[in-house]
């Protein structure tokens, strides 16, 4: 379970709650320059997400955990449980959003998901596109199973002279080659 909190100018910090460690990892994006710090701290195991505040002696981190309240403090790229609680009466809270995937690790690449806007629908594989009730599909196994359910063609040609001939016949009437 991973937040992210931007705490704006470029700095955000990521809080993943991973059994009684917290992974808390701050990284800032100034010039052009990307800077990440990160810090794993035993806080106990979270028992509710957790809330991050702004504060005169910089951004302090509550959490709710097995183990009680803990606070963390972060000033600049510094971070540190602190034993004393920072008081939070004027403190402004940031807003933390909820996150699959760990800022500390890179993002993996996600798979193609298949298009979808409203009743529009497009797959590449097969190429498949469907608007309303109106489809269109190539390439997909049905499609080739609607060939070969097709009947055999009644008129067939001989392969000597291409004159026509009847299934039953035997060989050709026009030239008498004989029929496979
Ligand atoms: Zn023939």
Redesign the pocket.
């Known amino acids: 379970m991973a937040y992210v909190c931007d705490l704006g100018s470029g700095q955000r910090i990521s809080l993943d709650g991973q059994g009684a460690q917290t992974i808390v990892a701050i990284s800032s994006n100034s010039a052009g320059q990307q800077q990440q710090a990160t810090s794993s701290l035993q806080t106990g195991t979270w028992t509710a997400p957790p809330e991050v505040y702004r504060t005169s002696e910089g951004v302090v981190v509550k959490l709710q955990t097995a183990n009680g309240t803990q606070f963390i403090q972060i000033q600049g790229s510094r971070m540190g449980m602190v034993a004393t609680p920072p008081s939070l009466t004027n403190a402004e809270q940031l807003p933390t959003q909820q996150t699959n995937v760990s800022d500390s690790t890179m993002q993996p690449m996600k798979p193609m998901q298949p298009m979808n806007m409203g009743t529009m629908q497009m797959n590449l594989k097969p190429m498949e596109m469907k608007m309303g009730d109106m489809e269109m599909r190539m390439g997909s196994a049905s499609a080739d199973s609607i060939n070969a359910a097709k009947p055999a063609p009644t008129r067939q040609f001989?392969t000597?002279?291409?004159?026509s001939?009847k299934p039953s016949d035997r060989f050709?009437?026009?030239?008498?080659?004989q029929i496979v």
């Open positions: 001989c000597q002279c291409g004159a001939i050709c009437a026009s030239c008498g080659h």
